[in-house]
């Protein structure tokens, strides 16, 4: 007997609608691989629904305080905690993560992140007046942008749409959101809990596929386009975006280095990387995936790191030993398995290397060994349960493959010597540098990168000014 299938629906304009021309597409928890729910696969009409709505709601929310803004924000986060047990499921079935962990990593940094936003709205940094011109006085005006479009992705859902969402709204943008088409549901419920907040307009969200996401960006009526995903995803959208001088926001991929010196605690470095690795799976653009450690402690260190691996479990959301989900989709599944079925001759798997159980998407953690600069899987994003290790000889050649990929987002160094690590975090080209640990993010300090990894700052009030436009007024004190 087959199960009937919840129901999402998109959120416009104060109320839940269904796609205009009817069409869905089935949502799987890849804990089972099994479809628990529908969505809708939004088109143009829907797009513009939501634009027309953001666009409408504007003017007021624009013009409304910075007060009354962190007011309405604080009560989100409120609401938040209030049914974060709601949140947790849905962020589960969803994604088939852990719901301990779910519970714990996830739902204190959003309210706080909301909270942080909340007090910024009050906090934006201006210029003292001031006479640059004899008889002219000069002020600086920050102001919202418009309507933000905002896509995603599906490895946070819930902790990605409050990167988007709060900012924005802080400033005093309206939004149009899009989750990822494999992970709704959460992003759903946060619609229905923002709703009962903020005025109908102010927050909308359209669920679909790439098309649907393409049309938002493509829409003239977005002054922003902010995107968390692929660096395929990302390019894509800078270059729609340029059609119409949309300003852009990209947080794209990671290839994290994690360069270890021979003077740290092996066994210390090991438990922090490994948890840092196969953290979410590895669905991580921050993930320590990429370890670079000196030829003395080579040895050692893969052998205590293959049996961190080994001890590290994967499984069903409701078992409380382990450290992480599935992989989100077989799409995923089969590229995590393709790296490593594509491995070189030269390299070795340490540990791992093969899927878990045949249902759901679930993958081993997995260390290979061996490597080369240029191999495949050094350069390019597995984003999954796999942490590789090269040996180097000296700083200089640490810092040289550290740098060597087309990603800048993170990195870590792990060493005693203080003045080796200051060196590093200067030399490393990465939008973060943590020293002796990797991962923590804190909502007061800016999230980002370079080169391919994107540009623009989330969390912070780096992250807030990118939602902000600035404009200079000036007048003649003779009028």
């Not at 007060?67 to 947790?88: P, S, T, W």
């Not at 802080?170 to 549901?185: I, Q, R």
């Not at 002054?223 to 340029?242: F, N, W």
């Not at 961190?308 to 069903?316: N, R």
Request: with cysteine; charged share 25%; hydrophobic share 40%.
């Amino acid at each position: 007997m087959s199960t009937e299938l919840r129901r999402l629906r998109n959120y416009i304009d104060g109320e839940f609608r269904d796609a205009a021309d009817g069409r869905t597409t089935e949502v799987v928890n890849p804990a089972t691989g099994e479809a628990y729910a529908t969505a809708p696969l939004s088109g143009e009409a829907d797009v513009d629904a939501a634009m027309a709505a953001a666009a409408a709601a504007f003017p007021a929310w624009r013009d409304t305080t910075p007060a009354e803004r962190q007011k309405a924000l604080l009560k989100i986060a409120d609401a938040f905690e209030e049914r974060a047990e709601e949140l947790v499921a849905a962020e589960v079935e969803n994604t088939g993560k852990p719901t301990g962990l779910t519970r714990s990593e996830e739902i204190p940094p959003m309210v706080d992140q909301i909270r942080f936003f909340a007090g910024a709205a009050r906090m934006l940094e201006g210029r003292s007046a001031g006479e640059y011109m004899e008889g002219l006085t000069s002020i600086v005006r920050r102001e919202p942008i418009g309507v933000c479009a905002q896509v995603a992705p599906w490895n946070y859902p819930m902790m990605m749409a409050v990167w988007k969402f709060a900012p924005a709204l802080a400033a005093g943008n309206t939004v149009v959101l899009k989750p990822s088409d494999t992970t709704p549901a959460s992003t759903v419920l946060i619609a229905d809990i923002i709703g009962s907040i903020l005025p109908k307009g102010v927050f909308n969200v359209v669920c679909g596929d790439r098309d649907t996401g393409r049309a938002m960006v493509e829409h003239p009526t977005p002054a922003m386009a902010s995107i968390t995903g692929s660096v395929r995803a990302g390019m894509s959208v800078a270059e729609s975006a340029s059609k119409d001088l949309k300003r852009v926001h990209l947080e794209l991929g990671g290839k994290a280095p994690v360069v270890v010196f021979e003077d740290t605690d092996i066994d210390n470095a090991v438990q922090g990387i490994s948890e840092a690795g196969f953290f979410n799976a590895g669905q991580d653009c921050t993930a320590a995936t990429r370890v670079l450690v000196h030829e003395s402690v080579h040895d050692a260190f893969v052998s205590a790191l293959a049996k961190a691996a080994e001890d590290t479990k994967t499984g069903q959301p409701d078992d409380e030993d382990v450290a992480y989900g599935p992989l989100n989709n077989p799409n995923q599944l089969k590229q995590v398995a393709g790296f490593i079925e594509r491995l070189p001759a030269h390299a070795k798997v340490e540990a791992g290397g093969h899927r878990v159980g045949d249902k759901g998407y679930f993958y081993a953690a997995t260390v290979v060994s061996g490597l080369k600069q240029d191999d495949e899987i050094i350069q390019n994003e597995v984003f999954g349960p796999v942490i590789t290790v090269q040996s180097f000889t000296d700083e200089d050649q640490a810092v040289e493959w550290a740098n060597g990929v087309d990603y800048a987002l993170a990195s870590s160094v792990w060493t005693k010597d203080h003045s080796r690590a200051m060196r590093m975090s200067k030399r490393l080209d990465f939008g973060c540098v943590w020293i002796n640990t990797h991962i923590p993010l804190a909502a007061e300090m800016p999230h980002g990168g370079f080169k391919k990894s994107g540009y623009g700052k989330d969390l912070s009030a780096y992250g807030f000014e990118d939602y902000t436009r600035v404009k200079h007024v000036m007048t003649s004190l003779d009028a």
